[in-house]
């Protein structure tokens, strides 16, 4: 039985299907790791990226002048596969060592969530925040902002 012409041939039935197969393999791939985001567990980036409950003081931009370590993340195969680029704001809580304690993604392409996430992890910061005289807080909450960008 023909189905289609592709190319000025006919196709069949079997190749109709492994036609068919890729492109939904694909999708159902990026409804997966979509829905592993907070949005698809009912709750929105806001309600998943609370931190509130450990009091944090709120820190913009002087908390980069205190980082000693900063990992770069790694591009994910599935993201370069369909070509996913942009920025990644990542909101992170910082204890009073250093150390990154939580990593959340605010907003980006969702299969680059998760690698902005476990870079924002890595990342090390000057004990007390570096700051001479740092705030009583344990924590600070801020901002990462991650680039990816696919090489031509």
């Known amino acids: 039985m023909v189905i289609f012409k592709r190319n000025g041939t006919c196709q069949k039935n079997w190749c109709?299907?492994?036609?068919?197969i890729r492109p939904c393999i694909l999708i159902l791939l990026l409804i997966?790791?979509?829905?592993?985001?907070?949005t698809c567990l009912g709750?929105?980036?806001?309600?998943?990226c609370d931190y509130s409950?450990?009091?944090?003081?709120?820190?913009?931009?002087?908390l980069f002048n205190a980082a000693?370590?900063?990992?770069?993340?790694?591009y994910p195969a599935a993201a370069k596969a369909v070509k996913?680029?942009?920025?990644v704001n990542v909101r992170i809580l910082v204890n009073r060592s250093g150390r990154v304690?939580?990593?959340?993604?605010?907003?980006?392409?969702?299969l680059l969530r998760s690698a902005a996430e476990k870079s924002a992890l890595k990342w090390k910061f000057k004990r007390k925040f570096g700051l001479s005289n740092p705030p009583r807080h344990k924590y600070i909450e801020t901002i990462i902002?991650?680039?990816?960008?696919?090489d031509s």
């Not at 109709?16 to 068919?20: D, K, V």
């Not at 709750?43 to 998943?48: E, H, I, L």
């Not at 304690?101 to 969702?110: F, I, Q, Y």
Request: aromatic residues 10%; positive net charge; charged residues 20%.
């Open 68 to 74: 000693l370590l900063k990992d770069v993340p790694k």
């Open 101 to 110: 304690v939580k990593a959340c993604a605010l907003d980006g392409h969702p």
């Open 43 to 48: 709750q929105s980036a806001d309600v998943a």
């Open 53 to 62: 409950s450990y009091k944090p003081f709120r820190f913009d931009h002087a």
């Open 32 to 38: 997966v790791v979509g829905c592993l985001s907070a």
């Open 84 to 87: 996913a680029s942009g920025n």
């Open 16 to 20: 109709l299907i492994t036609c068919m």
């Open 145 to 150: 902002v991650f680039g990816f960008k696919l």
